[in-house]
T-cell receptor, first 111, second 114 residues
């Protein structure tokens, strides 16, 4: 069956450290993988997209990698700040199906 | 007005009530979506409208009825709901054919069914 899994439900890290979130998928051949941020009581906000032929994408303190052999994407936040605390969702676009989302990882950055 | 606007933000209804959720997008997009978000579950796609035509209906119970009168407005009509339908209902829009295909979400309507 097709699955998209974000391995950690919750992740706590110290301010200033790098947060690394994982997204794994099975039985998909995604053309794109996207990451969203969701704050409590709010809708998700798009952060980054990475294509199947790209290994890495950066935006300010954010970095996303995509390994189609491992069927995995990693999402990094460097020099993390308490304001980065939120739930981060990965989503993939495969064939003609609409975006499929993972459950999300709730990140807490502790000052 | 910017982005995607959903009303109401909060709704409490009994199982015999009929209510509607409204979504409006000001981005000029040609696709609109309804998602359901329950605790500890991934976002569940309910309905997709491309160019006002419904293209997806993911086995959603008939007590949920979507309506898309034009490319900027989307409604979700609710009737005889169950307590397990309590969730955050998110509307989103996108531009079909854009490279990234990213979704722009509204703030959601928090529904409680008593």
């Amino acid at each position: 069956s097709q699955k998209i899994e974000q391995n950690s439900e919750a992740l706590n890290i110290q301010e200033g450290k790098t947060a690394t979130l994982t997204c794994n998928y099975t039985n998909y051949s995604p053309a794109y993988l996207q990451w969203y941020r969701q704050d409590p009581g709010r809708g998700p906000v798009f952060l980054l997209l990475i294509r199947e032929n790209e290994k890495e994408k950066r935006k300010e303190r954010l970095k996303v990698t995509f390994d189609t052999t491992l069927k995995q994407s990693l999402f990094h936040i460097t020099a993390s700040q308490p304001a980065d605390s939120a739930t981060y969702l990965c989503a993939l676009l495969s064939g003609n199906t609409p975006l499929v989302f993972g459950k999300g990882t709730r990140l807490s950055v502790i000052a | 007005e910017t982005g995607v606007t959903q009303t109401p933000r909060h709704l409490v209804m009994g199982m015999t009530n009929k209510k509607s959720l409204k979504c409006e997008q000001h981005l000029g997009h040609n696709a609109m979506y309804w998602y359901k978000q329950s605790a500890k579950k991934p976002l569940e796609l309910m309905f997709v409208y491309n160019f006002k035509e419904q293209t997806e209906n993911n086995s959603v119970p008939s007590r949920f009825s979507p309506e898309c009168p034009n490319s900027s407005h989307l409604f979700l009509h609710l009737h005889t709901l169950q307590p397990e339908d309590s969730a955050l209902y998110l509307c989103a829009s996108s531009q079909v054919g854009s490279t990234a295909g990213e979704l722009f979400f509204g703030e959601g309507s928090r529904l409680t069914v008593l």
